[in-house]
C-alpha cells in the first residue's frame, strides 16, 4: 500500500509517495531524480549507492525508503550544488577515478570523514573508503587525494 | 533490483504495541532495526515476511547503560555508537575490538548488535567477544522477559534460541569480575565489506583464558579444552601455547566455502589462536599493541 513520506533531499523538503518494498535507492532515482548513488551491486558491498541520512553515511540499497520519513539526505548532488568542490578538483587534477562509477559513493564517504576529522591519517581515510569498491585505481590516487585536500583545507 | 516481495511496514511507538504485532502474525512478521542483514533477506526472497515491524520507534532500546555491575546495550545500538562509547571501550575492549572491524563505516553506521545476534550467522563478529565475557541476551515476548546466556543462543546457522513471537531488546555484559584484557582478530580476504573467514575472541583475567572462534563451526563457539592448557596468564609459556594449538582441531569443525578452504581455515585458526592469546595476555600486563592494532 503506498504511502506518503516527507524526505528533506539536498536541503529541499519534499514528500515522495513510496511502497513498503521501495529501497531508498530506488526511491532516489527513479522518483525523487537523484541520479548520483548509482546501482552498483545493490547488495550493500560496493559502496556506490552511499548517501548521507541525517549526517551518516548509509548504504541507500539496504535502507526501505519507507523508513527514512522525516529524515534528512544528501546525496552527491547536494554536495557540491555550485558545481565541483574542493575535493572533486583535487580528484580531477590527480586524475583520481578512471571510469567514475565509484565516484558518487567515495565522495559522500571521504565528505563524512572530513565532515567529522579535517586532519584523518592515511589509516583514517583508508578506513573511511574501506567499503567502496573501485575497480580500475587501486585507490592509491584517491587516498593521496582525499589526504592532499585535507592539508589544502588545514592551510587556508 | 526492486524487491518483489510485498510486505506491510509498521512503526510502533511502545514495546507492548511491538511485541503484540509480532505476536498476531507468529512467524509471519519480522523486526526490522538496521536492516543491513534483513533487506538484503527480503531482496533474495530468502525470507518473506507479510509484515516488517520498525523498531527504531522505540527510543528507549538506543542506550548504552551501567547499572551496577552490568552494561547494558539496548537493541537499536549501532555498531558504530560501540565504536565510540566510551563505557564500551573502558569496560569491554574485546566487543570494541570486534565492532570496529564490522565491515564499514556505512554499514556500521545503520548495523546493531543485537541484529548481528538475532541474524545467526557463524561469522559473526560479536559471537566470539559476548560468548568470552559470558553476556546474556534479554528478550520480551508474550510470556515476559527472559535472559538466555550467549553460550545457549547460538544454535545452528541463522538459527537463535529466539523464538518468532519474542523481541530482543537487550545485551547485557557482566563488568564485575578481576580485571580483563581481550583480543579479537579477524581473517578476511580483503579489507571492508568481506565476512569473517576466520576470528578468534580471546578474554584474559589473572584466573585464566577465556577463548572463542567464529566462522569455524555452524555457530560461534567456545573452546574450553583450549582454556584449560593455556592455564594462567602469568604462566603462559611457548609450550602451552603449542599444546593448545594442536586441540585446536578438536575444537573446530570448519568447512570449505566461497570464502575459504577447511584446511585453510584450520590452518590459520592456530596462528591467531596464538597471536590472540599472547595480545591478550600483553595487554593485561599493561603492554601494547593497543586496541585496534592489525594483528593480521
Known amino acids: 500500500m ?22 531508498l535507492l530506488e526511491v532516489l532515482r527513479e522518483k525523487m531524480g537523484a541520479k548520483g548513488p548509482k546501482v552498483g551491486c545493490d547488495r550493500g558491498d560496493c559502496g556506490t549507492c552511499n548517501v548521507l541520512l541525517d549526517g551518516m553515511s ?17 546525496s552527491i548532488e547536494g554536495l557540491c550544488p555550485d558545481g565541483p568542490g574542493p575535493l572533486q578538483d583535487v580528484f580531477v587534477k590527480n586524475n583520481a577515478f578512471q571510469c567514475g562509477f565509484c565516484a ?20 583514517d581515510v583508508v578506513e573511511a573508503i574501506s567499503g567502496n569498491l573501485c575497480r580500475c585505481t587501486g585507490y592509491t590516487p584517491i587516498i593521496d587525494s582525499i589526504l592532499e585536500v585535507s592539508k589544502k583545507e588545514k592551510s587556508r | ?7 506491510e511496514y509498521i512503526k510502533p511507538s511502545c514495546l507492548a ?19 543491513t542483514d534483513l533487506v538484503g533477506w527480503i531482496k533474495e526472497d530468502f525470507i518473506t515476511p507479510e509484515t516488517v515491524i520498525d523498531i527504531k520507534g522505540l527510543s528507549q532500546l538506543r542506550e548504552i547503560t551501567l547499572d551496577g555491575d552490568t552494561l547494558r546495550i539496548g537493541a537499536l545500538v549501532t555498531f558504530n555508537q560501540l565504536i565510540e562509547s566510551q563505557l564500551v571501550i573502558q ?11 564490522v565491515a564499514c563505516k556505512p554499514v556500521r553506521n545503520r548495523a ?6 538475532c541474524s545467526g550467522i557463524p561469522c559473526c563478529d560479536s559471537g ?12 520480551d515476548g508474550p510470556n515476559g522477559t527472559r535472559k538466555i546466556a550467549a553460550k545457549d543462543w547460538f544454535l545452528g546457522p541463522r538459527r537463535t534460541a529466539r523464538s518468532a513471537a519474542e523481541i530482543v531488546t537487550a545485551v547485557e555484559v557482566p563488568v564485575s569480575g578481576p580485571e580483563s584484557a581481550g583480543c579479537y582478530i579477524k581473517l578476511g580476504r580483503y579489507r571492508g565489506e568481506d565476512l569473517a573467514q576466520v576470528s578468534v575472541g580471546v578474554l584474559a583475567t589473572k584466573l585464566g583464558f577465556r577463548v572463542a572462534f567464529g566462522a569455524v563451526g555452524s555457530t560461534p563457539l567456545l573452546a574450553p579444552k583450549i582454556e584449560a592448557v593455556l592455564g594462567v596468564p602469568d604462566s603462559l609459556n611457548e609450550a602451552k601455547i603449542r599444546e593448545a594449538q594442536e586441540l585446536v582441531e578438536e575444537e573446530i569443525s570448519p568447512i570449505t566455502d566461497v570464502r575459504a578452504t577447511l584446511e585453510y581455515r584450520m590452518h590459520m585458526a592456530k596462528i591467531m589462536l596464538k597471536r590472540g592469546v599472547e595480545t591478550a595476555a600483553k595487554r593485561l600486563s599493561g603492554r601494547c599493541p593497543a586496541y585496534g592494532t592489525r594483528l593480521i
Do not use: Q
Open chain 2, 128 to 139: 566470539p567477544p559476548l560468548l568470552a565475557y559470558g553476556a546474556t541476551i534479554v528478550v
Open chain 2, 112 to 117: 546493531t548488535l543485537v541484529g548481528n545476534l
Open chain 2, 17 to 35: 504495541d511491538a511485541i503484540e504485532a509480532l505476536a498476531r502474525n507468529p512467524g509471519k512478521a519480522t523486526v526490522l532495526a538496521g536492516g
Open chain 1, 58 to 74: 548509509v548504504r541507500s540499497c539496504l535502507i526501505l525508503a519507507i523508513e527514512t520519513d522525516g529524515s534528512e539526505i544528501v
Open chain 1, 2 to 23: 503506498k504511502r506518503s513520506i516527507e524526505i528533506t533531499l539536498n536541503g529541499e523538503k519534499r514528500a515522495v509517495e513510496v511502497e513498503p518494498n521501495d529501497t
Open chain 1, 104 to 123: 558518487p559513493g567515495i565522495t559522500v564517504s571521504a565528505m563524512e570523514l572530513l565532515n567529522n576529522n579535517p586532519e584523518p591519517t592515511r589509516e
Open chain 2, 91 to 101: 569496560r569491554i575492549p574485546l566487543l570494541w575490538e570486534s565492532a570496529t572491524v
Open chain 2, 1 to 7: 533490483m526492486a524487491i518483489a516481495h510485498e510486505f
